[in-house]
């Protein structure tokens, strides 16, 4: 079936570095992207969204990128700092499945001071 | 504050035992939905719903009920608890509609933390 996957499970970076998320999906049908960012002992909160018309959105020190033609989309974070250690989580969502997101397994972000 | 409130954030309970899990919205979401997060599986969608009176099967809906009797509510019932239901139960919701501001955005919940012993 379709389905959202990560490439690396763990990133480790230094505090002040670039971080690179990753994010590989199957379905060309899906046209709505979301990140999400989970910490510890807490629910997922809303990061950053993009559609399939766009190939780039910015936000605060965030940007997602998205590339249709290998189905890859990645999440920047500039400056990284410790407040961002966290699980991170990309989402799509296809028309015919309403408001049904389908999850990636998730990337751990660790920052080190 | 406005969110997404469920109860209880942590239960034990022994196998066969039934319990429910409270989910509550103040944001006048029309959609809610259940998941579930095990290590190394992501987020696996249980049970969703699109409106008061209305509900349907996620990915993973065995040995799970759920009802919509209100906008705001959306309990999640467990009749039979068995180990494999070990997990961390997520509550979202959020508006519907494709095209609308804030459509498919999901406002999560603080989590609740259930173990079937």
């Known amino acids: 079936g379709e389905s959202v996957g990560l490439h690396l499970p763990t990133l480790s970076v230094q505090e002040g570095d670039n971080s690179i998320i990753n994010c590989a999906y199957s379905?060309?049908?899906?046209?709505?992207f979301i990140w999400y960012k989970q910490e510890s002992g807490k629910g997922p909160q809303f990061i950053i969204d993009?559609?399939?018309?766009?190939d780039k959105r910015q936000g605060q020190r965030v940007t997602v990128l998205l590339n249709k033609t290998v189905k890859h989309l990645s999440l920047q974070i500039a400056a990284t700092q410790p407040g961002d250690s966290a699980v991170y989580f990309c989402?799509?969502?296809?028309?015919?499945?309403?408001?049904?997101?389908?999850f990636g397994g998730g990337t751990r972000l660790m920052v080190k001071p | 504050n406005a969110g997404v409130t469920q109860t209880p954030k942590f239960q034990v309970l022994k196998t066969g035992q039934s319990m429910t899990l409270q989910c509550a919205q103040d944001?006048?979401?029309?959609?809610m939905s259940w998941y579930r997060q095990d290590p190394g599986m992501g987020l696996r969608l249980i049970h969703y719903?699109?409106?008061?009176?209305?509900?349907d099967q996620g990915e993973v809906p065995n040995g799970y009920n759920v009802s919509r009797s209100t906008t705001e509510d959306f309990p999640l019932r467990l009749l039979s608890a068995a180990p494999s239901q070990t997990s961390v139960y997520f509550c979202?919701?959020?508006?519907?509609?494709?095209?609308?501001?804030?459509?498919?955005?999901?406002?999560f919940g603080a989590g609740s933390r259930l173990t079937v012993l």
């Open positions: 379905n060309s049908a899906s046209d709505y």
């Open positions: 719903s699109v409106g008061a009176g209305i509900t």
């Open positions: 989402a799509e969502v296809y028309n015919n499945a309403g408001n049904m997101l389908t």
């Open positions: 993009i559609r399939s018309n766009m």
């Open positions: 944001m006048n979401h029309e959609y």
């Open positions: 979202a919701s959020s508006y519907s509609g494709t095209g609308r501001p804030g459509a498919n955005v999901l406002t």
